[in-house]
């Protein structure tokens, strides 16, 4: 980056709306377009960026590690969010994450040898993705002068929030909305012990996100859900460290689950922006997996025929499945509690998205992700179940035969196995009390990859009797 520009000089906000367009100083604070209401891009002036001519080049800064800046495995590619000065970026060492080869899964998937990847989110500090995002939205927190911070959150952006919050000697005070019963406890408990204000309202994600955006306007609140912006730059980088790993070759498909829609929108955006570049001679395809309980972006696409339409899409045809929604009283329910959402904020920058890498939304149901975790997690990958939604569309592409065997597949896996361990212990125990409570009710009837504990007598025959069977048999053959 020149050392003569200042970054708020190379980036401005922007309406998503093409038939409003308004712009504002990237040091402005905006969740929405206060002219017509739209969605906000972060938009750079490429002519001006002092980008590296080759993905490559980022590399370089893996023998700098000394600099915070470029251990961080978001701002080690900051010319490629460069909206902030460098000395007001915030960093707490995110995105210090795994691509991994994970061929065992690959045949669950039904993907040939060597062709299937697990972009592994789990590592970073808070044991989501969601650190990718916050870093870059809590930079621009810093550069606006706010103190009190704010999201809605099914768990994952609870804890990252608190995180930050906790972990950075800035000044921030952390407010978390969550919904009635709708956050697992090991997401919780990370917001809990960092010390933040926790808010549990009567009602579901969309009724949490609809109250912090009135707090975040009434109290000026400065608001770290993905609708803003700089989250999505920050998600970015999941792509970059993507296409690191695997030595800056394109694969042919990303495969993601889709909750708020921030990953995928951010994903294409990256996509976008560094074939704009000549960084990239092509974009891989994207894949959006919605559980069954959530599936409003599939019913959407897939079903209402919603297109991007050069960034004018049917709104209406929205707003009526919305109001179908509320009339007959339906409420997002799926096990995969990180994308249990109904009204995602990203949808058009996700329709966007879909557009940039000719993409494709299909759902899967509480069991395929269930039988799909386990399958993660007998590969050596422990991750929570949304995560898994990925590895079960990508199962389903590929029974469909719109995945190839020969494909090259990047399933991300967005939350550590610990975030949610209720549901990995009810699926493997087959305790039917707690099965039926935790995953029952959520359409899950059975165990199909169960490795359930071995209870035996405080006897030593017996116990080398057990242990004899379960190296005949192996794990994960009961159906529960």
């Not at 993905?55 to 800046?69: H, K, V």
């Not at 090259?408 to 493997?428: E, F, S």
């Amino acid at each position: 980056m020149s050392a003569t520009i200042a970054a708020t000089d190379l980036a401005f906000q922007q309406c998503l709306n093409p038939d409003c367009g308004s712009t504002f100083e990237v040091d402005r604070t905006y969740f929405s377009c206060p002219t017509c209401g739209d969605l906000i891009d972060v938009v750079y002036d490429w002519d001006r960026v002092r980008v590296p001519r080759s993905m490559r080049d980022f590399e370089s800064r893996w023998s700098e590690r000394a600099n915070p800046l470029n251990f961080s495995g978001v701002w080690r590619f900051r010319e490629l969010l460069g909206f902030a000065p460098e000395g007001q970026i915030v960093t707490i060492g995110e995105g210090q994450t795994l691509l991994r080869a994970a061929d065992k899964v690959g045949r669950y998937v039904g993907v040939g040898a060597g062709r299937f990847h697990l972009q592994y989110e789990g590592m970073n500090p808070s044991g989501s993705f969601k650190d990718n995002g916050m870093t870059a939205a809590f930079t621009h927190a810093r550069m606006t002068g706010a103190r009190r911070v704010a999201c809605a959150s099914t768990g994952n952006t609870s804890a990252a929030l608190s995180v930050y919050c906790s972990a950075t000697d800035f000044g921030f005070r952390a407010i978390i909305f969550i919904g009635s019963g709708k956050i697992a406890y090991g997401k919780l408990a990370q917001a809990l012990d960092q010390g933040a204000l926790t808010v549990q309202i009567v009602g579901d994600f969309d009724d949490a996100m609809q109250r912090v955006r009135q707090v975040a306007d009434r109290l000026g609140v400065y608001l770290m859900n993905s609708v803003n912006p700089f989250r999505l730059e920050g998600q970015k980088t999941i792509m970059y460290r993507v296409l690191e790993a695997m030595r800056w070759e394109i694969p042919d498909w990303i495969v993601v689950p889709g909750g708020n829609l921030g990953n995928s929108s951010a994903f294409g955006k990256a996509f976008s922006e560094l074939r704009t570049l000549g960084l990239i001679d092509r974009v891989p395809r994207l894949a959006v997996i919605n559980a069954s309980g959530a599936r409003t972006l599939h019913e959407l696409v897939g079903h209402r025929g919603l297109t991007w339409n050069d960034g004018r899409p049917d709104m209406a045809s929205v707003q009526a499945y919305y109001d179908e929604l509320d009339a007959s009283g339906r409420k997002a329910s799926t096990i995969a509690s990180a994308i249990e959402i109904n009204r995602p904020v990203n949808l058009k920058k996700c329709l966007r998205a879909l557009e940039v890498c000719d993409g494709v939304v299909r759902e899967v149901s509480d069991q395929e992700i269930m039988d799909a975790k386990a399958q993660v997690g007998s590969g050596g990958l422990g991750c929570e179940p949304a995560s898994a939604a990925s590895v079960a569309g990508a199962k389903r592409l590929r029974e469909e035969g719109v995945i190839a065997p020969s494909d090259r597949v990047v399933c991300i896996l967005t939350g550590h196995a610990l975030k949610d361990p209720n549901a990995t212990v009810a699926y493997h125990s087959g305790d039917r009390e707690m099965f039926d409570h935790v995953l029952g009710i959520r359409g899950v009837r059975r165990a199909g990859f169960a490795n359930k504990p071995v209870a035996v007598a405080n006897d030593l025959d017996d116990i080398i009797r057990a242990i004899a069977l379960y190296a005949d048999a192996g794990p994960g053959l009961d159906a529960g």
